[in-house]
């Protein structure tokens, strides 16, 4: 004890300065490492901000089909089935389906409108009335009269699968229709269809309300 009192009192202001030091370097010290916390803080918090407000990848399970199918039929010169791309407009299908016939109308028929996939494009002729189906493009929205409901077929553009939808006409009568309709053109009203073997004044009245032009 004795050496230390002794060594104590020719060191003491050494000692004193040293310990003087070696706090001042502690708090120098840890004010840096402090300030370097900080900084580094608010740089980690952008990042993972950042990274969460990225847009993330489209999971493969969500993406849309490529292609959009669509029915063109009516008053067209090549009705049939046509693929388009999302975003595809009723006037790309018009287009694809050689344009419209002389005789179709056009003046209520959205040709601006998004197609949608399974969906119908049905142009009608002029003078024809036609109730809209679900998913139809269609030029009229005005009721048919008739008492099922169903739009009417128009016999100088049908096919014979929808010439046989009409009561009372099977194979052999649709047959007839598209023979009178390629030898002498289209029908100018319904009740030229008396003109076709097998049609007589009473079947043409039973089926008048089912049929247009």
């Known amino acids: 004890m ?3 009192k002794e060594l104590w009192e020719l060191y003491r202001s050494q000692i004193i300065m040293g310990l003087v030091i070696l706090v001042g370097l502690v708090v120098v ?16 918090t952008t990042m ?23 029915d063109v039929k009516g008053a067209v010169k090549q009705p049939g089935i046509y693929y388009f791309k999302h975003g ?21 028929v959205n040709l601006a ?3 949608t996939d399974q969906q119908v494009v049905y142009i009608p002729t002029v003078g024809e ?14 009721d048919t009269g008739t008492s099922s409901g169903k739009a009417p ?3 100088n553009t049908a096919s014979k699968e929808q010439l046989c939808q009409i009561t009372g006409i099977g194979d052999k009568k649709a047959d007839l229709i598209i023979a009178y309709r390629q030898e002498h053109g289209q029908f100018k009203s319904v009740d030229e269809l008396t003109q076709v073997s097998g049609f007589g004044e009473k079947t043409v009245a039973k089926i008048k309300d089912q049929v247009a032009v």
């Open 129 to 142: 009335q036609v109730a809209p189906a679900p998913g139809s493009e269609q030029a009229t929205s005005s």
């Open 29 to 44: 010290i840890g004010q840096r490492v402090t300030s370097s916390h900080a900084v580094d803080a608010p740089a980690a």
């Open 88 to 108: 595809a407009r009723v006037v790309e299908a018009l287009r694809a389906a050689g344009g419209q016939l002389p005789n179709a109308e056009m003046k209520a």
């Open 2 to 4: 004795e050496k230390l």
């Open 48 to 70: 993972s901000s950042t990274a969460s407000s990225s847009p993330t990848a489209p999971s493969m399970s969500g993406r849309q089909p490529q292609r959009i199918c669509v």
């Open 153 to 155: 077929i128009n016999i």
């Open 113 to 115: 409108k998004e197609l």
